[in-house]
């Protein structure tokens, strides 16, 4: 008797890497005064000749962005180029305990050395969208010593600019707070009862469903054409991965609005007050680093940090202006002796769907990432 496919990919969605854990310690000092549970994808398809310290890229969702996102096109991505991606879940997502919010940033900066030190992972490259990009630059600041030494490299997919520079969303600083609390309820009820959701950023959007995709858009890099099971089984995972999610903790998602937008009196984004802050602290300490090894005897030389960025054609979240704006940040400044930035629009792309399969960008940094620390 043939399994259907509905069954091949419950299968699909039920294997083990999908849903791994480990537990983060207490620290009072960071708002845990307990141990708390991370949930994580670590696509590591374990070949047996596959290097020690091969390819990994840590990947940093949006504001629902967590382990749910690796399943079909990036995990298919991941087995054609031979890459390991690892992508946990924040706090109060999916499995993952919660913080509170002024500790968010804190517990994500505990969070990342120790899954890495967990799984034995020395070095990443990291992919991160949306407001993930805030999650990344503290990463920057605190942990650079886990991008590798040599190849550094990190991209900022529809990155994530507050309202005040992209005068978009501005409505939604008029909302109260008990409403803005409520966003994960409000959220969980549209996707599962009014619209279909892509998953990838969390926002509340009609999806690219395959029903609106042309037949060669349906045969690009990212679904079938390097696993035909996953072709086979990709209308199933279509229905069944929101459903999954949703039925999954999401209370995380209130914490992360509040983060995004500034909102109430505890949020923080960590280590910095606003992106182009940001920015400078990372040019200030990249050139400490090339200072630094140019100055050591044992001839190492700091490698430039390798960064790019992808906007989307229609980015209802950030708009023309907030994209201007986060360029600006890093080009208004003489970065060209320690970092390399480029950025590009990605054709028929809006803020939800950049990093879908049909937009081929994905498929083209998993291949860069392989060639560079192959």
């Known amino acids: ?66 382990r749910y996102l690796s399943m079909g096109s990036w995990d298919g991505l991941a087995k054609k180029h031979r890459l390991r991606c690892v992508v946990p879940d924040k706090f109060g997502m999916g499995g993952s305990g919660a913080v509170p919010l002024e500790y968010r940033v804190q517990a994500w900066l505990d969070m990342v050395p120790a899954l890495l030190a967990h799984l034995c992972i020395e070095h990443v490259a990291i992919i991160t969208h949306s407001n993930g990009t805030i999650y990344t630059l503290n990463t920057l600041l605190q942990s650079r010593h886990i991008l590798h030494p ?70 690009s890099p990212g679904q079938g054409d390097y696993d035909p099971e996953l072709k086979i089984i990709f209308p199933e995972l279509e229905r069944l991965v929101p459903k999954l999610f949703m039925e999954e903790n999401m209370s995380g998602g209130a914490d992360e609005a509040f983060f995004s937008l500034k909102r109430g009196d505890k949020w923080t984004w960590g280590l910095f007050a606003d992106i182009d802050e940001a920015v400078s602290m990372v040019v200030s300490q990249e050139r400490g680093l090339v200072l630094a090894a140019d100055s050591s005897q044992n001839g190492f030389r700091q490698e430039k940090l390798r960064i790019e960025v992808f906007f989307a054609e229609s980015d209802l979240m950030i708009g023309k202006k907030g994209q201007e704006w986060f360029s600006q940040c890093w080009q208004s400044q003489n970065i060209t002796d320690v970092i390399s930035y480029t950025d590009e629009m990605v054709p028929n792309s809006s803020h939800e769907t950049i990093g879908g399969p049909e937009q081929g960008r994905l498929a083209r940094l998993f291949e860069e990432i392989a060639l560079s620390f192959g």
Do not use: C
Not at 42 to 66: A, H, Q
Not at 184 to 197: E, H, L, R, W
């Open 150 to 219: 040599t190849r550094p490299f990190v991209a900022f997919l529809a990155p994530w600019v507050h309202p005040s520079h992209s005068g978009s969303l501005t409505a939604l600083s008029l909302v109260p707070e008990g409403m803005l609390s409520k966003w994960p309820s409000i959220a969980k009820f549209m996707n599962t009862k009014v619209a279909p959701m892509f998953m990838f950023s969390g926002q509340i959007v009609n999806s690219i469903t395959r029903s609106t995709l042309p037949d060669a858009q349906l045969e």
């Open 1 to 66: 008797m043939a399994i259907s496919s509905h069954d091949r990919a419950l299968e699909y969605v039920s294997r083990i890497e999908f849903h791994q854990s480990f537990i983060l310690p207490a620290s009072l000092e960071a708002g845990r005064p307990s141990p708390i549970r991370i949930t994580y994808s670590d696509l590591d398809y374990r070949l047996e000749d596959r290097k020690k310290n091969g390819p990994v890229v840590l990947i940093i969702g949006g504001m629902f962005g967590g």
